[in-house]
């Protein structure tokens, strides 16, 4: 098991931020998101995403790091869906570096996002998946979340992918 330490995130950890989530995104994602899309990633776009959504504080965001600096993170906040209610909370984005996969690293940045969730009063944590990323589902469903059955259609690189929501109560 890798050794690593959780902290909050700082607007100076955007660009590894943006390495983790796009080297993610390119070996998870490989024959469900278009490959074209994939190869088109870029850190430097994905670090001003990180920069303007760490400064905006709507989410609260945590990254696992070790010798090598940043290898996950964990970004939760009150939930962006309509209709649900003030208690419901997401993790917005939950990524680990590949080749870390299956360390404990994503269990570990999920618990300290359902800490977070749960101090500031939510009642549920839910995540968005898409529906053909089994590996995912079958995290979710070991820390304790189940399908909610409800879904959504989004379209990634000129395809349309099928998105599940995943919910545990705290």
């Given at each position: 098991m890798t050794r690593f330490q959780i902290r909050a995130a700082e607007i100076e950890d955007a660009a590894g931020l943006a390495s983790v989530h796009v080297r993610s995104w390119q070996s998870a994602y490989v024959g469900m998101v278009p490959q074209e899309h994939l190869d088109a990633l870029s850190v430097e776009k994905r670090a001003e995403g990180w920069r303007n959504g760490l400064s905006s504080g709507a989410f609260r965001t945590f990254v696992a790091t070790n010798e090598d600096g940043i290898v996950g993170l964990v970004s939760v906040g009150a939930t962006r869906d309509e209709g649900d209610s003030p208690g419901a909370f997401e993790v917005g984005a939950i990524y680990i570096s590949p080749g870390l996969w299956r360390q404990g690293i994503g269990r570990a940045l999920w618990l300290r996002a359902s800490e977070e969730a749960q101090m500031q009063g939510a009642l549920t944590l839910s995540a968005w998946v898409f529906e053909r990323?089994?590996?995912?589902?079958?995290?979710?469903?070991?820390?304790?979340?189940?399908?909610?059955?409800?879904?959504?259609?989004?379209?990634?690189?000129?395809?349309?992918?099928?998105?599940?929501?995943y919910t545990l109560g705290l």
């Amino acid at each position: 098991m890798t050794r690593f330490q959780i902290r909050a995130a700082e607007i100076e950890d955007a660009a590894g931020l943006a390495s983790v989530h796009v080297r993610s995104w390119q070996s998870a994602y490989v024959g469900m998101v278009p490959q074209e899309h994939l190869d088109a990633l870029s850190v430097e776009k994905r670090a001003e995403g990180w920069r303007n959504g760490l400064s905006s504080g709507a989410f609260r965001t945590f990254v696992a790091t070790n010798e090598d600096g940043i290898v996950g993170l964990v970004s939760v906040g009150a939930t962006r869906d309509e209709g649900d209610s003030p208690g419901a909370f997401e993790v917005g984005a939950i990524y680990i570096s590949p080749g870390l996969w299956r360390q404990g690293i994503g269990r570990a940045l999920w618990l300290r996002a359902s800490e977070e969730a749960q101090m500031q009063g939510a009642l549920t944590l839910s995540a968005w998946v898409f529906e053909r990323n089994h590996d995912s589902r079958t995290f979710y469903e070991a820390v304790g979340c189940v399908h909610s059955g409800a879904q959504k259609t989004m379209e990634i690189g000129g395809e349309k992918l099928i998105a599940v929501r995943y919910t545990l109560g705290l």
